[in-house]
């Protein structure tokens, strides 16, 4: 197995601005987030590629590993067996639950003066990380998928464990049936952080803070991604929907049906979109559980690794879509290029951006940043430079995200 060097790397987004009569006068958006890792790994062996993704990116590596091998594979032209792409989703799933235990239980409490809840998170990640072990000994991350000799009984005992902690993350909304009346009710007096946060989000003029007029970005295929990939030179850096940046993520993607219904009750908000991202909790959970019943046994495939060929593969990650796309020859990958959701919401003409600029006055500018900031989920520490607030972030993570 091959090893790739990277040098280390303080991540960070900054928003360098200023606090002026209740709004946050921005004058540009500073990253440090390492750009080019898709690109460091072009010349590796094929057969490397997928792992050093799921290393190279610890904390979401499941859905770059997997991105990553439905570019590869197709560019093979190779035809993953029903099972395996099962047993993908699942993989997938899991990381999406560890994503939301992390939003929820260690980037939101510090936001309302709270203490990170980090054994309940560890309890989620651990839960998380152990569905990927019930393969044979072969790593998961084998290109045309790996031999699936699968124990049902502890594998769904597993799943039922990190479905139930992912409901706890916001009881409020774990009946699915419910009506929005009834959820918008539940929130009233809840404890829960979601809720809390959410109740924050909707108290006087910030109500209305937190829109921004830029497009969501639909479900494309990977035969989208794969010809502004290969022909756009931005793209993956800047990506934009027809020249305008896009809003990705759980508001975007309405995954839960009462994020319609938020939407137009509140309006395309700063509350709305954290319900979004809530209210995947329940729906994550709902989909772990279903995933289970397409499992299967299977043989992986057989593969010709020294076939030449161009492909794409596009996952759904918690925070949008992350893209890859891949030339091979040669058994190695001449060209890897890929663009994650965090390079959509916080484009220098994005989202982000726009919201800010067009915010209402409001009595904690700075405050309401922060939340806008959290509830695009920047994956990499957030900070606005003012020279009054000097404050780590309280819950930093250094690794690389989707």
Known sequence: MATLAWPTLEQQICLDAVAIDGR??????????????????????????????????????????????????????????????????????????????????????????????????????????????????????????????????????????????????FPEAGDLTMSWRELETAMQGSASMPARLIRAARRGAMADYGRHGRPPLSSMDADWFAARLASEPDFADAPTLDGVPAEVGALAAR??????????????????????????????????????????????????????????????TARGPLAYYVETAGGRAQTLRSVAPTEWNFHPAGPLMIALADAPKVDEPIFAARLLAASFDPCVPFTIGLPRDERRPASPEHALHA
Do not use: N
């Not at 054994?119 to 045309?144: K, L, M, N, S």
């Open 24 to 169: 946050l006068a921005v004058k540009r958006l500073v990253t440090t987030r390492a750009g080019g890792v898709a690109g460091a790994l072009a010349t590796q062996t094929l057969y490397d590629v997928p792992h050093l993704l799921s290393r190279i990116f610890p904390l979401c590596g499941m859905a770059h590993a997997v991105a990553g091998l439905t570019a590869i594979e197709t560019a093979l032209q190779i035809e993953l067996s029903p099972a395996q792409r099962a047993f993908r989703e699942l993989v997938l799933l899991a990381e999406h639950a560890a994503a939301l235990g992390w939003r929820i239980l260690m980037d939101w409490p510090p936001l309302l003066g709270a203490s990170p809840q980090v054994r309940a998170c560890a309890d989620i990640r651990r839960a998380a990380a152990a569905i990927a072990t019930f393969t044979t000994p072969a790593p998961w991350t084998r290109i045309g998928g790996v031999e699936l000799r699968l124990d049902r009984d502890g594998l769904g005992r597993t799943v039922s464990e990190l479905a139930q902690m992912l409901i706890e993350l």
């Open 255 to 316: 995954r839960h049906p009462l994020v319609a219904e938020a939407l137009a009750h509140w309006g395309p908000t700063l509350a709305t979109r954290l319900l979004a991202a809530a209210l995947d909790a329940p729906v994550v959970a709902g989909r772990l559980c279903r995933a289970l019943d397409r499992l299967a046994d299977d043989d992986a495939a057989d593969v010709d690794l020294l076939r030449s060929g161009r492909g794409a593969g596009v996952v759904e």
